[in-house]
């Protein structure tokens, strides 16, 4: 099966700081990758699709300016929240499709768990 | 637009009784579907999928789903439950034909496991 590291796994900061949240797939390239946000005992809501070489396309409601998303490459997207707030703590999770298996089928990170402070 | 009910929030069940978990979807045509699992600290793992066929579907770990387009429904169950089985399982929801497509997930079901 297709893997995809998260990186942080966990991280604290503190109101007001920026921080980056990396999504790689480590055995496959992904054109494409999602960005996941999962508020306690909630189920997980699509916050945007990155797409490699491109502008990252966001759904309905959720801050383009804050949360920064570039796909530099075929393996790796990155997740900014910029100017973090106590708010935007939550547990944000990246997946991928891999063509190799089929890409109707996502492979999704770890997760990374963001605290605000 | 899709959408994805799962009407458990919790379910417990004892250790060796079966197991169904519902899912019903909303969707214009027959979409993908697939069920995934959480385990705490860990991430969502693929336990089985839809895209068209056998309406019976097997997974990993024991489980397997049936696709029922009158009910518009993509029930999750197990035969004898394990106490490892204890986690979070969500029914996700897909656009067929739409490469890299992305998922709407339902709520979650949280499943907890008597000895």
């Known amino acids: 099966g297709a893997v995809v590291s998260q990186h942080p796994s966990r991280v604290i900061c503190k109101s007001g700081t920026s921080v980056k949240i990396e999504c790689r797939s480590l055995d496959f390239q992904a054109t494409t990758m999602f960005w996941y946000r999962q508020f306690p005992k909630k189920s997980l809501m699509l916050m945007a699709t990155?797409?490699?070489?491109?502008?990252?396309?966001?759904e309905q409601g959720v801050e383009k300016d804050k949360f920064l998303i570039n796909h530099a490459s075929l393996t790796l997207s990155t997740l900014t929240v910029t100017s973090a707030h106590p708010e935007d703590s939550s547990f944000y999770i990246c997946s991928a499709p891999n063509p190799g298996q089929g890409s109707d089928t996502q492979y999704f990170g770890p997760g990374t768990r963001l605290t605000v402070l | 637009a899709q959408s994805v009910t799962q009407p458990d929030i919790h379910i417990t069940v004892s250790e060796g009784a079966s197991l169904e978990l519902r899912c019903n979807y909303s969707y214009g045509a027959t979409p993908y579907l697939f069920w995934y699992v959480q385990s705490p600290g860990q991430g969502l793992q693929l336990l089985l999928k839809y895209f068209s066929g056998d309406t019976l579907v097997q997974g990993i770990k024991g489980f397997e789903a049936e696709f029922k387009r009158s009910q518009s429904s993509f029930n999750l169950r197990k035969p004898s439950v394990h106490w490892s089985d204890a986690a979070e399982y969500f029914c996700?929801?897909?656009?067929?034909?739409?490469?890299?497509?992305?998922?709407?997930f339902g709520g979650g079901t949280r499943l907890m496991v008597k000895p």
């Open positions: 996700a929801v897909g656009a067929p034909n739409n490469a890299g497509n992305m998922l709407t």
């Open positions: 990155s797409n490699e070489g491109s502008k990252a396309t966001y």
